[in-house]
């Protein structure tokens, strides 16, 4: 084309006249080439003709309109004018890059349907955060069904900048819990607010999403299980599964159970022990007893449940409230099909206990049950039972107490005559026990004169001497040896009540001479004249026909006794 220009390059003729030309014949084909070729400078003098060449072909041709644009050939053009003018032919994503002013930029986005989902996306990148947050709202306000997609993604991607609470309360506005949910769903894997896990499991209940209701309840470490439980309950789903999940997972059981019973949603409780944690049963067992469901109920629950599960906390529960005999029926089973442990028998012990059932034997006999356990449980109840329990499985310091605090002396002392442990009579004949005296009495009195086993005599003889406790060893012995037991004739223990009394009480000494006939006479003499016992000493001599030793007793007037009979008899024979 040729352009008539000056020397130094400018038009000889008015451009503008040009253009007019053209246009009265309506050729804006040619015009557009000419002005194309004029223009290619892009100078800020030639805006006006910029704004020309586009207005034309937007009323005229708006696809070579929309070409000269997206080229980027001009930047000098009257742009709010181009903006309205592509708004007007269609061209809504070229009017979109040319407005800033928010009103014309909000009444041009809710088109969404005319432009690229990913162009729209990228464009709000460009907007402020409050701008940005007003077109959303006008896109929601405009046609929800149409645009709601595209907000979400906007949502998605901006959410940071414009403020998750802020996007929320928008979609809650629009009641869109569609639109919640799928935001909430793009960002909650990654968030750890408990608001947007909350929003999330909200969205996913008010839209049907159940599945993912379980999922996130199941999954996430971030909800406010306390809000999402009262929630779940207010929703009252058709399944309780969301609800079983968060009330399994923060230990809210027992408020399960009392919702679940009061609403007529029973099969859910047996959903939940039988399919979901079989281990909760304890605690949904005592729930259900403080609804005063059936005992049948109960019953059943519990044979149907084949998971593992606590049985000293089923009985815990159960026994808390005074209802331990409703697992009679299940524990005898139990221990039919061979069940040793000893929460089932623990459990059978109770109920043996509280209903009178032959205890003491059951307590003695099996062998399967903890002692502690039992015992503890028969304190308050029967302390003679408690005793059983504890002395079946050696529990010495419980046994100790149990006896001590309900004066058991002579269970307890018959106990440590067969026990035969020397620490463990240490304990009891230290000077700091205040039953010491009582103990001891049935230790004399009964305990010794029961046994028939020289090992228990032996074993409770030495710890009364390594106790030091010689005038209560006096007493032990007397009763062994003067009483015409067993053992009166036992010469260790003979020799040992003379020794004793040598040294603790020697007044008895001479009756224990007297009385007893089968001690080490030469050796108890000896000793009695090294601890100038003479008369005792004497006495032995003259009993036992020890002639010669009696004369060497340092005792004159002994000696002069001895002989003066000595010689009487020998006058007499």
Not at 78 to 93: N, S, T, Y
Not at 157 to 183: A, N
Not at 524 to 547: D, G, P, T
Request: charged share 25%; with cysteine; glycine share 4%.
């Amino acid at each position: 084309m040729l352009v008539v220009e000056s020397e130094n390059g400018e038009p000889l003729a008015d451009l503008n006249q040009i253009i007019d030309c053209f246009m009265e014949v309506q050729a804006v084909q040619p015009c557009t080439s000419f002005l194309l070729e004029v223009l290619k400078g892009d100078k800020p003098e030639e805006g006006h003709l910029q704004t020309r060449l586009l207005e034309m072909n937007l009323l005229a041709a708006p696809q070579v309109a929309d070409a000269i644009l997206g080229n980027k050939m001009f930047s000098h053009y009257d742009r709010p004018q181009i903006g309205q003018l592509c708004e007007k032919a269609g061209l809504l994503q070229r009017a979109l890059e040319h407005f800033t002013d928010l009103y014309d930029i909000k009444r041009t986005v809710v088109h969404t349907t005319h432009f690229k989902p990913d162009w729209l996306v990228n464009y709000f990148g460009s907007l402020s955060v409050d701008d940005s947050l007003e077109c959303l709202k006008a896109m929601l306000t405009q046609n929800i069904r149409q645009n709601l997609q595209v907000v979400v993604q906007i949502a998605s991607k901006y959410h940071e900048q414009l403020g998750t609470d802020k996007l929320i309360d928008m979609f809650e506005t629009h009641k869109s819990y569609e639109g919640l949910f799928y935001f909430l769903g793009s960002i909650v894997n990654f968030s750890q607010d408990p608001e947007v896990h909350f929003k999330y499991i909200q969205a996913a209940t008010r839209t049907g999403q159940i599945k993912e209701v379980e999922r996130i309840c199941r999954e996430s470490n971030c909800y406010d299980a306390e809000r999402v439980k009262n929630f779940l309950k207010e929703a009252k789903l058709a399944d309780q599964l969301p609800l079983i999940i968060v009330c399994d997972r923060h230990d809210m059981v027992h408020d399960l159970v009392l919702y679940l019973y009061r609403n007529q949603l029973q099969k859910y409780i047996e959903v939940f022990v039988q399919k979901v944690n079989a281990a909760r049963l304890p605690i949904v067992v005592g729930g259900l007893l403080d609804v005063d469901c059936s005992e049948d109920a109960i019953k059943q629950l519990i044979l149907n449940t084949r998971g593992k599960f606590d049985i000293d906390e089923l009985v815990a529960e159960v026994e808390k409230r005074n209802r331990l005999k409703l697992l009679s029926h299940w524990l005898e089973t139990r221990v039919q099909e061979g069940a040793t442990d000893a929460a089932t028998h623990n459990a059978m012990a109770k109920i043996y206990i509280d209903s009178n059932n032959n205890p003491d034997r059951f307590l003695r006999e099996n062998p399967y049950y903890d002692s502690r356990v039992v015992g503890k449980y028969c304190e308050k109840r029967d302390p003679h039972f408690a005793f059983l329990a504890y002395e079946r499985g050696q529990c010495d310091a419980e046994l100790i107490a149990v006896c001590n605090e309900n004066s058991l002396f002579k269970n307890l002392a018959r106990y440590l005559v067969r026990r035969r442990d020397y620490g463990l009579w240490e304990q009891v004949l230290n000077e700091e026990n205040q039953y010491r005296r009582q103990l001891i009495d049935q230790v004399v009195q009964t305990a010794l004169s029961e046994t028939q086993d020289p090992e228990d005599i032996s074993a409770t003889v030495k710890a009364f001497m390594a106790a030091d406790l010689p005038n209560e060893l006096i007493e032990l012995l007397e009763k062994i040896v003067l009483d015409n037991s067993a053992f009166s004739e036992h010469r260790n223990l003979q020799n040992l009540l003379i020794l004793t009394a040598m040294r603790a009480d020697r007044s008895r000494v001479m009756e224990y001479i007297q009385k007893l006939d089968n001690y080490d006479a030469p050796d108890i003499a000896n000793i009695a004249i090294s601890s100038e016992l003479y008369e005792e000493a004497f006495a032995i001599f003259k009993k036992f026909e020890v002639n010669n030793s009696a004369i060497n007793v340092r005792q004159l007037k002994l000696c002069f006794f001895f002989c003066k009979f000595y010689f009487s008899y020998l006058c007499i024979v």
